[in-house]
């Protein structure tokens, strides 16, 4: 793995050693990018606290949710995001074949009409400026209904936030679905080529 921008901080004490001893339990390790955030522990505690609560959100069917933020993921280029919720996505319900095509959803023919109106609508709320379209959104409204809508909408938000956050420091990927067993993730699929 590449050095991160901003070097490791020595996780010591107490709270520290509970803290690594949580995540070992639930990744198999401490991540580099935990030990960035370390620094500003205030800044770490709030996004963990704000993603966990995050995760209790329940208008946007788990396999959707899943799918949009693991393609914001693969939008910004944060392969640690991408990595991580490839690694999460057995427990949130998402088949493998669908989570490892995420990288080339464009081309690839294993999602429904509605998969690809999701995704669509987290790669365009990852452009700048924006391009998610008045199309996009009544489509998903019929979809999703208003509650699932602005449920995708903060999904994708937060993932944008944590993404961009990560590849401005340089936290890549920790290679968890490599450590399961998952296949490797297909190839990403060029954009302009596709748009």
């Known amino acids: 793995m590449s050095e991160t921008r901003v070097p490791p901080a020595e996780m010591t004490g107490a709270y520290a050693a509970l803290v690594k001893a949580a995540i070992r339990k639930k990744l198999g390790g401490v991540p580099a990018g935990l ?54 996505s057995q427990d949130k319900g998402l088949g493998e074949e669908k989570a490892r095509e995420v990288p080339r959803w464009r081309d690839s023919t294993v999602y429904t009409p509605v998969e690809r109106r999701v995704m669509a609508y987290a790669a365009a709320m990852c452009q700048t400026p924006v391009e998610v379209t008045d199309e996009m959104s009544a489509a998903l409204l019929d979809d999703l209904g208003p509650d ?48």
């Not at 996004?47 to 209790?56: L, N, Q, Y």
């Not at 961009?164 to 450590?179: K, P, W």
């Open 35 to 88: 030990q960035v955030m370390w620094h500003h522990r205030d800044v770490l505690r709030d996004t963990m606290k704000f993603g966990r609560r995050s995760e209790r959100w329940d208008r946007l069917d788990h396999t959707l949710a899943t799918l949009a933020t693991m393609t914001a993921a693969a939008e910004v280029g944060c392969s640690f995001c991408l990595d991580f919720h490839y690694f999460l």
């Open 148 to 195: 699932g809508l602005v449920e995708l909408t903060a999904r994708v938000g937060v993932m944008n936030m944590t993404a961009r956050g990560n590849v401005a420091l340089g936290i890549r990927s920790e290679h968890y679905s490599d450590a399961c067993g998952l296949p490797p993730m297909a190839e990403r699929t060029d954009v302009a080529s596709t748009s």
